[in-house]
């Protein structure tokens, strides 16, 4: 919901379609860019009701602009995702993500995000069910990357510091039995730029990829 990732989904869809066609045949996007210091607010005061109501406007929206269907380009805002009448289809981010994990044979996530992802239940859960195994980082390290989103990321700011603390927070979790590192914040790519030594499942290429396979033909719901 912020400029940094939405504007990270936009290029990706677009660059995957150039990449496979060659041309710029790329499918109509409508985006819908929020006023995210609302959602923050209401985030942090846990009104989610009203974070439900006014995103389900938005999917009335974009619906009536045309699309087929829709993306919530944030991992944070899927656990309102159930209590949204859309219109038109939803592709989640979970979805995608699980997809991923099993076609990479992953058994074990580290999963990094915001403290509402990883500590309100509905990611882990989601994940679990669909099964997987989730760890989640310590609480200074939770209270540490939950900082550097809102505080930097949506931002666009990368402290060089925060990249060396992210880095050792997740090799924590692979001390623990992680074999995989999961970004399940669409601005946390920009803070995972050291190379870990296990694979890395970043939810902002995973489900823009699946949004542009989805656009094409190539996947269904």
């Not at 710029?24 to 607010?41: A, D, G, K, L, T």
């Not at 938005?58 to 991992?75: K, Q």
């Not at 239940?121 to 669909?130: C, K, P, S, V």
């Not at 949506?154 to 074999?179: K, L, N, T, W």
Request: with cysteine.
């Amino acid at each position: 919901m912020s400029p940094e990732s939405t504007t990270a989904y936009y290029r990706k869809i677009v660059a995957l379609h150039e990449k496979r066609f060659g041309d710029h045949s790329y499918p109509r996007i409508v985006i819908v860019s929020v006023s995210f210091q609302r959602y923050i607010e209401s985030q942090h005061g846990g009104d989610w009701k009203r974070i439900g109501a006014e995103l389900q406007l938005e999917f009335e929206r974009v619906a009536d602009a045309g699309a087929d269907f829709a993306i919530l380009a944030t991992n944070t805002m899927h656990k309102v995702l159930p209590s949204i009448r859309s219109p038109i289809p939803v592709l989640s981010i979970l979805d995608a993500v699980a997809a991923a994990a099993k076609s990479a044979s992953v058994r074990t996530v580290a999963l990094t995000g915001t403290q509402f992802t990883m500590t309100d239940g509905f990611y882990q859960a989601g994940l679990e069910t669909r099964g997987l195994r989730v760890l989640l980082p310590d609480s200074s390290s939770q209270e540490f990357i939950h900082k550097v989103i809102y505080d930097h990321l949506i931002y666009g700011r990368v402290p060089p510091d925060a990249v060396v603390r992210f880095a050792a927070c997740s090799e924590q979790m692979i001390r623990r039995g992680a074999d995989t590192m999961l970004l399940a914040c669409t601005e946390l790519e920009m803070l995972a730029t050291t190379t870990f030594p296990v694979p890395v499942l970043n939810s902002t290429d995973i489900h823009a990829e699946a949004a542009w396979r989805m656009a094409i033909g190539d996947l269904s719901i």
